[in-house]
């Protein structure tokens, strides 16, 4: 087997962004075993996930990331510890350190491991020489350096564990949503992809929405409507009826469309079929808001001219390859180890 070249890397990752493309032909069984064992991995979803990283892996956006991406002469063992909350959420970090010619040493969470396994299968079918770039492992040991995501509790402990080699330890965050007023019923229905997109489980699904005083929040339920099939997931609707029964016994007042609350509150992390809201007096205080709570946050989705990076209505969940997670270059991280 040859040596795994940065050039060999760039067209297999071609490559695959073009077989992605298709993904009940090339996966189908996985597709299916993912929705099996986890009920939030609806085939919609799992799709949905699949096309976005074909979407990723387009030949313009992997020959502008690799020219930031130095490939190593030295490879480096990189523990990754992979978030599951969304299907293949973690599979960024592992092209990314394959795209520094390091090796991946990937632990898998117990719900998501069929997808990524079946991806990276794919990968090493087009280029063999992948084989000795990744190795799947219960539990890190000998590693350089560690990718590690998880909860807040999670991430103290990462922290303590981690603290010897250089890390990035991710923690909980949430998008929100800033609207103005002005939009349109298009855009408005293109927010709800933000979020509804996996079912809100995502750290880039709105969670909070920032209204100017005195919208008709009437003009925002209109607008998603067409979202109303969600509610016919079991899952999402025992947490939509389990919030509802919450807000109704402690007279808590809340808006309800049938299939999502919305209830005012400062805090950014709303339960599942909950999206919390503010009003605002002005977009420089809700910039000012932001601004401060700014580790705490993944996205901000808004047709707003604010001075914050900030993604159109319904982009939070396609990213591009240099959208990283937290607003820390991954890349460079593995450039400097």
């Avoid at 490879?75 to 991946?104: C, E, Q, S, Y």
């Avoid at 029964?245 to 909950?274: M, Q």
Wanted: charge should be negative; include cysteine; hydrophobic fraction near 40%.
């Amino acid at each position: 087997m040859s040596a795994l070249t940065q050039e060999k890397v760039i067209i297999a990752f071609k490559k695959l962004g073009e077989m992605l493309n298709n993904p009940i032909d090339i996966l189908e069984s996985s597709i299916y075993a993912a929705e099996a064992s986890n009920p939030w991995f609806t085939l919609e979803n799992v799709k949905k996930s699949i096309l976005s990283f074909s979407e990723m892996l387009n030949e313009q956006d992997i020959d502008k990331w690799f020219e930031t991406a130095n490939f190593a002469a030295n490879p480096k063992k990189v523990g990754l510890i992979l978030a599951g909350n969304i299907p293949m959420v973690g599979f960024h970090d592992v092209l990314a350190v394959l795209a520094t010619g390091n090796i991946a040493l990937i632990k898998l969470s117990s719900s998501d491991d069929k997808l990524i396994k079946a991806v990276i299968k794919l990968l090493i079918d087009v280029e063999p020489a992948f084989q000795n770039k990744i190795e799947y492992v219960e539990r890190l040991k000998d590693f350089d350096a560690v990718i590690a995501t998880g909860s807040n509790n999670s991430s103290r402990y990462f922290d303590y564990y981690f603290s010897k080699v250089p890390n990035i330890i991710r923690k909980n965050r949430n998008s929100v949503a800033v609207l103005t007023g002005k939009e349109t019923k298009e855009q408005i229905a293109n927010l709800g992809y933000d979020i509804f997109d996996y079912f809100g489980l995502g750290c880039r699904n709105v969670s909070k929405l920032y209204f100017p005083k005195g919208y008709d929040i009437a003009n925002f339920y209109q607008g998603i409507e067409h979202f109303l099939p969600v509610i016919n997931h079991f899952k999402y609707q025992n947490n939509y009826d389990y919030n509802k029964s919450i807000y109704l016994v402690n007279a808590a007042k809340h808006f309800d469309n049938g299939f999502l609350l919305l209830k005012e509150d400062e805090n950014l992390t709303s339960p599942l079929a909950v999206l919390f809201y503010e009003e605002y007096d002005s977009l420089q205080d809700v910039e000012t808001k932001l601004t401060a709570q700014e580790e705490n946050i993944q996205c901000v989705i808004t047709e707003a001219n604010l001075q914050l990076k900030h993604f159109n209505f319904g982009e939070s969940q396609h990213p591009k390859l240099w959208d990283y997670a937290d607003n820390v270059n991954t890349i460079e991280f593995l450039n400097a180890i």
